[in-house]
C-alpha cells in the first residue's frame, strides 16, 4: 500500500500540517524529505529501515554528507536536502541570539552550542562573544582536545574577545562520552575564565557542557 492510500490523518504530511511537525516520529519526519522509498518499500518503511541500520536519528544526522550520500534511500540530492535542514536549523538559532536573546533566553543559547558542538567526536572548546546589547558578535572554536579533554587558555579567550570589542561571552565545550554532568576541571576553568575576563571589563553570562540531552548551563547552578 502506498503512503498516499493510507487514512489521511496517518499520512505524515498531513499529519504534520494538521498537528505539527512535533507530532510525527522520527521516521515520518525522515520520509518526508525521502518522498519515496526503496523499490517494494513506502517512504516511512525506508526511513525505518535507515534508523535502525543507522540511527538513531541523532547519529543518522552526524554523519557527513558525503557518507549520508552513500546510504540506501538516500543518494547526493537527499543528502544535501538533509544537510541543508540541519544548516537551516543552526542559522534559526543563530538569529535568535542575533536579535540579543542570548541573556533573556538562554535556553537558545545552550542549544544554539548544542547544534555546533554535539556532532564533535572530540572535545571542543567554543565562545560566543556578544556586544553591549547581548547580541552576538562572533562564534569560535578556541580549542580542541583528544576524547578525553581539551586544554582552555583564559588568556586566549581575553584576546579573542578584546579583538571583537565584545561586552560580554558565553563558552561552551561538549563531552564526547555523552555525560554533560560538568566536571570538577570545568568548574575550575569557569572561575578562571571569569576572573580573566573580569580584569578587561568583559562579563562571563554563561558556561555550557554539552552532552546527550539537554545541555548544563553551571550559569543556572549558579557556578558563574
Known amino acids: 500500500m502506498h503512503i498516499r492510500d493510507w487514512p489521511s490523518h496517518e499520512r505524515p504530511r498531513e499529519k504534520l500540517l494538521a498537528r505539527g511537525a ?20 513506502d517512504a ?6 535507515l534508523l535502525a541500520a543507522h540511527g538513531p536519528l541523532r547519529s543518522l544526522l552526524d554523519h557527513p554528507p558525503c557518507e549520508l550520500a552513500r546510504l540506501p534511500g538516500l543518494g547526493p540530492a537527499r543528502a544535501c536536502q538533509l544537510a541543508a535542514a540541519l544548516e537551516l536549523g543552526n542559522r534559526h538559532l543563530a538569529a535568535a541570539l542575533e536579535r540579543g536573546d542570548a541573556l533573556t533566553d538562554p ?3 545552550g542549544r544554539y552550542f548544542a547544534r555546533r558542538l554535539r556532532p564533535r567526536p572530540h572535545e571542543v572548546f567554543a565562545a560566543l562573544f556578544l556586544d553591549t546589547r547581548h547580541r552576538a558578535l562572533a ?3 578556541l580549542f580542541q582536545g583528544t576524547i578525553d579533554g581539551a586544554e582552555v587558555h583564559p588568556r586566549e579567550v581575553v584576546r579573542r574577545a578584546l579583538a571583537h570589542n565584545a561586552a560580554a561571552v558565553i563558552v561552551g565545550h561538549n563531552h564526547p562520552s555523552g555525560c554533560s554532568e560538568p566536571s570538577a ?12 575576563l573580569a580584569l578587561v571589563e568583559v562579563r562571563l553570562l554563561d558556561h555550557f557542557v554539552v552532552g546527550d540531552g539537554e545541555p548544563v548551563s553551571l550559569a543556572a547552578r549558579g557556578m558563574v
Open 185 to 196: 576541571a570545568d568548574r575550575a576553568v569557569t572561575v578562571r575564565l571569569k576572573q580573566a
Open 107 to 109: 535556553v537558545a543559547a
Open 22 to 41: 512535533g507530532a510525527l516520529s522520527d521516521a515520518e519526519l525522515l520520509a518526508i524529505f525521502l518522498g519515496s522509498g526503496l523499490a517494494g518499500r
Open 139 to 141: 562564534f569560535e572554536e
Open 44 to 49: 516511512v518503511q525506508t526511513a525505518r529501515e
